[in-house]
């Protein structure tokens, strides 16, 4: 890859994947699981209005309690929508909600990206899950990852710096650099920013296209630089054969 020409897709060796809202549909799963708050809220929610709270909250939680496992900490947070709308959540509905990420669903395409994409790079988890939960939904996207670093592992939740400089230095010791890799995520909050500051070469896999809003994600302070942008998981898989072809 030369400094002053654009990247292409077939530089890279691995690929380093954002887990929830790339891979696996957590607003889907996410709005599905919070119907006993949102039937009962006051007032009528919209989708992205209740995504948008369920984001403030969960940020302002990972920052209270950066070692908290997710499970635990969306516990948490079911019992802070359930306040801000004025439902009354006993503690087991809240503990439900934490577990419920085991029945988030992968996107349509997923499966069958990734295992394509597994002959052709090394295959790496960077998420902001516990390590429990992780193997759950694993079991649904069907494929042995190379490496899985969770925000369990690193004791903080991205977008902290802490959690790429762990993947990064645990890449190193599996004989991946830096250059090598793209960072491949929906969110521009938690992943393409901090990829950005650490000088990795990133794919936005722009799930939320058509919608208003970051749904269950912050709105960036500042609009990140990304190298490739695909609609979905097909589209990169798409790319990546006319990139090999070519």
Known sequence: MSADSPPKLTDFEALTFDCYG???????GM???????????ARPLTRNAILEAHARHE????????AKPYRELLATVYRRLAEQWGVAANWSDCVAYGRSIRNWPPFADTVA????????YKLVILSNVDNESFAASNEKLKVAFDAVYTAE???SYKPSSRNFEYMLAKLETLGIKKR????TAESLFHDHAPANAHGLASCWIYRRRGQ???????TPAHAPHYDFRFDSLADLVKAHQEAVRD
């Open 113 to 120: 990206a990734l295992a394509y994409l597994k002959r052709h």
């Open 22 to 28: 790339t891979l696996i549909d957590w607003e889907a």
């Open 31 to 41: 709005i599905e699981a919070l119907k006993p708050l949102t039937s009962q809220a």
């Open 153 to 155: 592992d690193c004791g």
């Open 59 to 66: 940020s302002s939680q990972q920052i209270q309690t950066p």
């Open 212 to 218: 208003e809003g970051f749904g269950a994600t912050m």
């Open 180 to 183: 090598q890799i793209l960072h």
